[in-house]
């Protein structure tokens, strides 16, 4: 029984591969498409705000935006053979408790933004410009991502590597990236991460 298991997900994984390799997105390969489109991109919505897309859309719930006179960005490096170098994967980083991001830092932008340290348990802190994208480790880059249903926490994190990928295949500039992320998360999720 666990060897026909096992030829099935191989045999899933190998289909899976091969139907991704026909997509245009050089990321496909790494990623299984969900069910929207690009033809169905996510609701744009203002800054720092927090709403609900349009029934039947994936994913169903809020989605979550960085408050941009809060956070605004900020980029440590544009240099693409650096970015493209380092992994893609940026683990451990995003929890309330990293150790990449000072204490004093987290303390400081959950207070920016006026999360209790009882509610902080209910947020990840992210970078709105990826480290795996040359994005740089200041309070500037740094906000608190709800963990909710909906497009936040989880969606973006497929996103940063899913873009990392993009640029290191040449299909984006690192700047044009760096600033997607800066301007509007969301829009670019409707581009790469669905």
């Known amino acids: 029984m666990r060897r026909r298991i096992a030829a099935a ?8 591969i091969v139907l991704a390799g026909c997509s245009a997105d050089p990321s496909a390969p790494y990623f299984p498409s ?3 489109t690009p033809d169905s991109p996510a609701k744009v919505l203002s800054q ?3 709403a609900t897309p349009p029934a039947g859309q ?12 809060l956070t605004p960005g900020a980029v440590a490096t544009s240099d693409v053979a ?4 380092q992994s893609s994967h940026a683990k451990g980083i995003f929890s309330p408790r990293s150790r990449l991001v000072s204490a004093a830092d987290q303390q400081a932008v959950f207070s920016a933004y006026r999360i209790s340290p009882q509610q902080a348990k209910h947020y990840g802190l992210d970078f709105l410009v990826p480290l795996q994208l040359g ?9 608190p991502m ?15 590597i899913r873009v990392h990928v993009v640029v290191c295949h040449g299909e984006m500039k690192i700047d044009q990236a760096q600033r997607a992320f800066e301007n509007d998360w969301v829009k670019l999720w409707s581009q790469y991460g669905i």
């Open 34 to 36: 969900a069910a929207a």
């Open 9 to 16: 997900l191989a045999l899933a994984a190998v289909a899976t």
């Open 82 to 85: 650096a970015v493209c170098h």
């Open 146 to 160: 709800p963990l909710n249903r909906g497009l936040g926490f989880h969606q973006k994190e497929v996103l940063n």
């Open 135 to 143: 994005g740089a480790n200041s309070r500037n880059n740094i906000w």
């Open 48 to 50: 720092g705000s927090v």
């Open 58 to 69: 994936i994913p169903t719930g809020t989605i979550a935006r960085p408050d941009l006179k």
